[in-house]
């Protein structure tokens, strides 16, 4: 079973900052997702990626997938009160068909 | 109604009771799914319907018993559930499941409290 490590735990910033959220494990994946969770809600997709080294951008949201397909980063810029919630990465193995997710990012902005 | 959608929102159970909880997708999918998410724990994946055959069973103890009677109605049967049941059940779908990549769409969750 892969395991998927996501740091810092919590992170509370100030509307305006930049920040970098991080997935990690020690298996490689076919595919990463990227979720957020409001309050309240069940997590909403944000992004998939499935190439390494592959970058995308979703407005002030920019995700990377690691040259080796074993991690990922969510870097979001100028934060704003919006983005909180709790970040959720999710992968999927090679030779499995179900995803496997992490402990989750919980971001707080601040106003 | 879009999307998917999720009944009761909320649900506070004793231990002897038998409740039931419902998941709907309105979005043509082929997949269902049921998902707990405890707190300070990863979501677990419980149960997954694929064209509606349960095709996953992730050692989920029979007090908990999913019904997927079409492709766009799944339920999960509770009965002498225990206090760390307590959690938010998560139901989504999918398109399908195909190897390398699919998208899953979440409901709201259910709150279950167990007394």
């Known amino acids: 079973t892969q395991l998927l490590e996501q740091s810092p735990q919590f992170l509370s910033i100030q509307e305006g900052e930049n920040l970098t959220v991080y997935c990690n494990s020690s298996?490689?994946?076919?595919?990463l997702q990227w979720y957020r969770q409001e309050p309240g809600e069940g997590p909403v997709l944000l992004v998939t990626v499935v190439t390494g080294g592959e970058v995308k951008k979703l407005k002030r949201l920019t995700f990377q997938f690691g040259d080796a397909r074993k991690d990922s980063s969510l870097h979001i810029t100028a934060a704003q009160t919006g983005d909180t919630g709790l970040y959720l990465c999710a992968a999927l193995s090679p030779y499995g068909q179900n995803f496997v997710f992490g402990p989750g990012t919980r971001l707080s902005v601040l106003p | 109604e879009t999307g998917v959608t999720q009944t009761p929102r909320h649900l506070v159970m004793g231990m002897t009771n038998k409740k039931s909880l419902k998941c709907e997708q309105h979005l043509g999918h082929n997949a269902m799914y049921w998902y707990k998410q405890s707190a300070k724990k990863p979501l677990e994946l419980m149960f997954v319907y694929s064209l509606e055959e349960r095709v996953e069973n992730n050692s989920v103890p029979s007090r908990f018993s999913p019904e997927c009677p079409n492709s766009s109605h799944l339920f999960l049967h509770l009965h002498t559930l225990q206090p760390e049941d307590s959690a938010l059940y998560l139901c989504?779908?999918?398109?399908?499941?195909?190897?390398?990549?699919?998208?899953?769409?979440f409901g709201p969750g259910t709150r279950l409290t167990v007394t």
């Open positions: 298996s490689v994946f076919s595919s």
């Open positions: 989504a779908s999918s398109q399908d499941r195909v190897a390398g990549s699919y998208e899953q769409y």
